[in-house]
């Protein structure tokens, strides 16, 4: 069972960054992808970025596309979402996921095995 711990939520204010942490209890090398998703309230989860862990290729929905950039340290066991010009409808609780298979559709949640608590990142206007 693969544990997974998020960190660096917060306030920003619009335009501003921010940098998330997902660190894996375990080795990540049984990981095929990690991602993230948020979920703002009222509203449904939606995928924000995956990496598949070994071929080191990124995915993006094209709301943070050009804006956020997804990376990988093997090292750390740990998944990085560097959110770069912020947006007030960026505001959400971040949710880091992984999956065992790198499984399409990669945006769908369903595909993804493990998930962690979440981080609140909350964007000012």
């Known amino acids: 069972q693969v544990q997974l711990v998020e960190s660096g939520g917060g306030l920003v204010q619009a335009g501003g960054s921010l940098r998330l942490s997902c660190a894996a209890s375990?080795?990540?090398?049984?990981?095929?992808?990690m991602g993230w998703f948020r979920q703002a309230p009222g509203k449904e989860r939606e995928f924000v970025a995956v990496?598949?862990?070994?071929?080191?290729?990124?995915y993006y929905s094209d709301s943070v596309k050009g804006r956020f950039t997804i990376s990988r340290d093997s090292t750390k066991n740990t998944v990085y979402l560097q959110m770069n010009v912020a947006k007030p409808e960026d505001t959400a609780a971040y949710y880091c996921?992984?999956?065992?298979?790198?499984?399409?559709?990669?945006?769908?949640?369903?595909?993804?095995?493990?998930w962690g608590q979440g981080t609140q990142v909350t964007v000012s206007s």
């Open positions: 990496i598949n862990w070994r071929a080191g290729i990124t």
């Open positions: 996921a992984a999956s065992r298979y790198f499984r399409y559709p990669y945006y769908s949640g369903e595909n993804y095995d493990y």
């Open positions: 375990e080795r990540t090398s049984g990981t095929a992808g």
